[in-house]
């Protein structure tokens, strides 16, 4: 079952713009992380928000994470052609014994 | 990248001849994972481990088997390849829980 699920699926935006990308989950967490995939690449760590936080900052990106509408919320701030990737984010569940649950990734297309 | 790489980068088999895959990292990290990642499916766990010789299932194991002799290096066998093996394959560590997880460059598998 997919416990993280993000939303949009894609996103295209102007250079310059903010992207915004949120992420739903079902059950309790210890922490929810955000992943960033470049085409062809493997997955690159950006940010983790841990249970008991409710907003964290790193450079452009800011992340929230609201428990009680088991809902986050990733924000890159004035976007770069470069920004152009998959994100993902992973759910690590109570009782999870260290695995993470990726969701199915949001496509975000920044045009120059 | 956190030293991680994974042999082979790219591999065609054939139906039902085993297959493994390596993945080695120079970290010093002490779990380790493969995940598989298809088209609308985003990353699937197929199995990890937390230590030395201690592995357990994640959510895809079915036809697959790990093996870990040493810290630094993560088997994945596939006993019998089968055409819905055909995905990339990604390893990651993470060096305690709970923290980020760094993810390899991927194998490209092709099963026909």
């Known amino acids: 079952s997919q416990q993280g699920e993000e939303d949009p699926q894609a996103l295209s935006i102007q250079e310059g713009e903010n992207a915004t990308m949120n992420c739903s989950y079902k059950?309790?967490?210890?922490?929810l992380q955000w992943y960033r995939q470049n085409s062809g690449r493997g997955l690159v760590h950006l940010i983790l928000?841990?249970?008991?936080?409710r907003e964290k900052h790193s450079g452009r990106l800011r992340v929230t994470l609201d428990t009680s509408k088991k809902s986050s919320s990733l924000l890159i701030t004035a976007s770069r052609a470069a920004d152009t990737a998959s994100y993902f984010c992973?759910?690590?569940?109570?009782?999870?014994?260290?695995?993470?649950?990726f969701g199915k990734g949001i496509t975000l297309s920044v045009r120059p | 990248d956190a030293g991680i790489t994974q042999s082979p980068r790219h591999k065609v088999t054939e139906t039902g001849t085993p297959v493994t895959l390596r993945c080695h990292q120079t970290?010093?990290?002490?779990?380790m994972y493969w995940y598989r990642q298809d088209p609308g499916h985003g990353l699937r766990l197929i199995h990890y481990?937390?230590?030395?010789?201690?592995?357990d299932k994640g959510e895809v194991s079915d036809g697959y088997s790990v093996s870990r002799s040493k810290t630094e290096d993560f088997l994945l066998t596939l006993e019998s390849a089968t055409s819905s093996q055909t995905s990339v394959y990604f390893c990651a560590t993470q060096v305690d829980s709970p923290y980020e997880q760094y993810f390899g460059p991927g194998t490209r598998l092709t099963v026909t």
């Open positions: 970290e010093n990290h002490r779990y």
């Open positions: 059950t309790s967490i210890n922490n």
């Open positions: 992973a759910t690590d569940l109570t009782g999870a014994n260290s695995k993470l649950t």
């Open positions: 928000i841990r249970s008991n936080e």
């Open positions: 481990s937390y230590g030395v010789k201690d592995t």
